[in-house]
Structures are given as C-alpha cells and as structure tokens.
C-alpha cells in the first residue's frame, strides 16, 4: 500500500507561484507512475502533469503547458508541481496519484492522495 500525503496549497494572487509537493510512504515510490490532477467546484477531475518513473518523461494539460513543471525527488519518495503565473481558472483541489504503470491523462491511478486546495484571487 502506498500513501500519499500532499502539501504546498494556499491562497495565491492570479500571477503568483505555488509547489506543491507529495511524499510517499514507501521507498518502492521511485518506481512508480506520478501524477497530479485537480478537481474544481463543480467540475470533473481532471488531469494536470504526470512523469514517468524512470526516463523523467512528463506530460501536461495544454492549459498548464509552459507555466507547470512536474518533478521528482526519488531519494526523497516525493514528487512535486511547480505552478508560476497562477490564473482564477487553476484554482482547485490538488491531487497526487501514482501507479505501477503510467499516469496520464487517459488513466486512473491506483493511488490518490487527500487533496491540497489551491486558491487563485483575481
């Protein structure tokens, strides 16, 4: 079992940053799928970034395309989301999933984190 515990949210002016950041409980993390997704009032969740385990390969939602950065610290079992030039729109719940295969946007994570909310002021 692999748990996921996310931290970094906050209320954030439109043009701002935030990084979030997501720990693992277990080591075996680094050989794992990562992702996040967010899910606004609302609407459905959505796919945000995800990165492979082992090439580092990432892919993004063409909205956060270019001001999105997802990373991974594998000695540190965490995986993070840079997110500059913040809009109203990216305002959300925030969450860290992972899985032995790829995460993306047309897959479902076996694992999830609790969410981190993330607001944008305009």
């Known amino acids: 079992q692999v748990q996921l515990v996310e931290s970094g949210g906050g209320l954030v002016q439109a043009g701002g940053s935030l990084r979030l950041s997501c720990a693992a409980s277990?080591?075996?993390?680094?050989?794992?799928?990562k992702g996040w997704f967010r899910q606004a009032p609302g609407k459905e969740r959505e796919f945000v970034a995800g990165?492979?385990?082992?090439?580092?390969?990432?892919t993004y939602t063409d909205s956060v395309k270019g001001r999105f950065t997802i990373s991974r610290d594998n000695g540190k079992n965490t995986v993070y989301l840079q997110m500059n030039n913040l809009k109203p729109e990216d305002a959300g719940v925030y969450y860290c999933?992972?899985?032995?295969?790829?995460?993306?946007?047309?897959?479902?994570?076996?694992?999830w984190g609790q969410g981190t909310q993330v607001i944008v002021s305009s």
């Open positions: 990165i492979s385990w082992n090439s580092g390969s990432s």
């Open positions: 999933a992972a899985d032995t295969n790829r995460v993306a946007a047309d897959t479902t994570p076996q694992y």
């Open positions: 277990r080591f075996i993390f680094r050989s794992y799928g």
